[in-house]
């Protein structure tokens, strides 16, 4: 077998990293929730939940990944525990099905390039986006999104994902930047920001109870845990440099791209009067297509805002199907390259039932979210606090000029809080799954 990748620099893996966490989470999602949940109080449990839970948890993924060196799965087998490979397992099976729909929104955002460019969706955003989301439009674009994602993973790790998104990153802030300067120059956006970033704590604490579990499992999902992406990527990691640095800038780069998202799309929305306040996977995209009709120049700022939600996307996806073609290329000897088609190929068809009815991709995603990111999340959390213990401390200890203060903090942070965070999360989880 080959020698094993390693990406050629510490910015090379951090971009990488950013590029994973940055993606239609932080473009759809994360404004739009906040927006629900009462603006800038549900900002302050969100950052809470980031760093307080998301932060300790990636150093966990990145403590497996870089002392293992192997892909999600074999790396805990690695490390001396080869009964708790089951957890890669689970990590890796939901990535599988969290891109199988995820390359499902890929291809819609392709769509929207297109539809902005000739203006198709300007007379009727919502029936647009009935005729383009489901059925054979739909899964041809699935196929292409798919086709990115593998041409990208087929290149390799230095080659491929390190290249691709060394210019993915800056160019999907620099390009989030120019639309929130366009945003403030629209009549009605300080409205906008008003609605994003002024609290309301009567919403806040009425729905407490729904918004704690979803900041975290927006946390969890934002920064890319749960599914093997963090320990795949941290498993490239050649040097000793510390995953605590490392990790805190990926953290922070993920939230801030998330708030300029927030910058973006507010004043758009409220420039035409348009209610953020809207449900279900497509409703964003009817909204915000809804604006780019009236607004000035609405055609190459629509062009242009799907451009980045596509970058991101890709760079996200990417990460996803890394994990799969790691464990193969890991364990059998087999290309890339094929391997990555391969698994490219079975990914498409896993997301057809997602690409006919919009309907299965709620259930798909609302089944990723509520139970198998947090039953992973959790697995992986049990497993490096409890049983790697001492050993997961001098991995994320080294390089770190912190005091030893800060690491036995974090491993009793994992141990403890972190772990009854996603217990509660799950069990409120399940509890709307099922009851
Ligand atoms: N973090 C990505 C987002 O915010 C989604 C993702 C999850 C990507 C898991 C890779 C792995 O959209
Ligand atoms: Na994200």
């Known amino acids: 077998m080959s020698e094993r990748e390693t990406w050629a620099t510490r910015a090379g893996f951090i971009l990488a990293a950013v590029g994973s966490a940055v993606g239609l989470g932080n473009i759809w999602q994360f404004p739009f929730k906040t927006a629900q949940f009462g603006g800038a109080s549900f900002l302050v449990v969100y950052l809470i939940a980031v760093f307080g839970i998301g932060l300790p948890a990636i150093l966990a993924e990145f403590v497996i990944g870089r002392r293992a060196k192997l892909n999600a799965v074999s790396a805990f087998g690695n490390l001396g525990y080869r009964q708790w490979r089951f957890v890669g397992a689970l990590g890796l099976?939901?990535?599988?099905?969290?891109?199988?729909?995820?390359?499902?929104?890929?291809?819609?955002?392709?769509?929207?390039?297109?539809g902005s460019a000739t203006g198709a969706y300007f007379t009727d955003s919502a029936a647009y986006f009935g005729a383009v989301s489901a059925g054979l439009d739909a899964v041809a674009l699935h196929a292409v999104f798919m086709f990115l994602c593998i041409f990208i993973v087929a290149l390799g790790i230095e080659d491929g994902i390190e290249k691709a998104t060394k210019v993915m990153v800056p160019s999907i802030v620099v390009i989030l930047l120019g639309l929130?300067?366009?945003?403030?120059?629209?009549?009605?956006?300080?409205?906008?920001?008003?609605?994003?970033?002024?609290?309301?704590?009567?919403?806040?604490?009425?729905?407490?109870?729904?918004?704690?579990?979803?900041?975290?499992?927006?946390?969890?999902?934002?920064?890319?845990?749960?599914?093997g992406a963090m320990i795949t990527y941290a498993s490239y990691i050649d040097g000793e440099d510390s995953l605590v640095a490392d990790g805190s800038t990926i953290v922070v780069l993920n939230t801030f791209v998330g708030v300029l998202a927030g910058?973006?799309?507010?004043?758009?929305?409220?420039?035409?009067?348009?209610?953020?306040?809207?449900?279900?996977?497509?409703?964003?995209?009817?909204?915000?297509?809804?604006a780019f009709a009236n607004i000035p120049a609405g055609r190459a700022v629509g062009v242009v805002f799907f451009l980045v939600v596509l970058i991101a996307a890709l760079s996200s996806a990417i990460s996803l199907l890394e994990v799969v073609t790691s464990y193969i290329i890991d364990n059998y000897d087999v290309g890339r390259a094929p391997t990555a088609t391969a698994i490219g190929v079975g990914l498409f068809l896993l997301g057809l039932p997602s690409a006919f009815d919009t309907a299965w991709l709620g259930w798909f995603d609302t089944l990723a979210y509520q139970l198998l990111l947090p039953v992973s999340v959790l697995l992986v959390l049990v497993f490096v606090g409890w049983i790697l213990g001492g050993e997961a401390l001098s991995e994320v200890m080294k390089g770190s000029s912190l005091g030893d203060g800060f690491g036995t903090t974090w491993l009793w942070m994992v141990r403890v809080v972190v772990i009854l965070a996603v217990l509660g999360t799950l069990a409120l989880g399940i509890q709307t799954l099922f009851l």
Do not use: C, E, K
Request: proline fraction near 5%; charged fraction near 5%.
């Open 263 to 290: 910058f973006v799309v507010f004043p758009l929305l409220f420039a035409q009067g348009i209610d953020p306040n809207t449900s279900g996977p497509g409703a964003v995209f009817v909204s915000i297509a809804g």
């Open 93 to 114: 099976f939901t990535g599988f099905w969290i891109l199988s729909y995820y390359s499902v929104v890929g291809g819609w955002v392709i769509r929207y390039i297109w």
């Open 180 to 227: 929130a300067a366009y945003g403030t120059t629209l009549s009605g956006a300080g409205a906008g920001y008003d609605y994003f970033l002024s609290p309301d704590f009567g919403a806040l604490m009425s729905n407490i109870g729904d918004i704690v579990p979803f900041a975290v499992g927006q946390a969890f999902f934002s920064l890319s845990l749960g599914m």
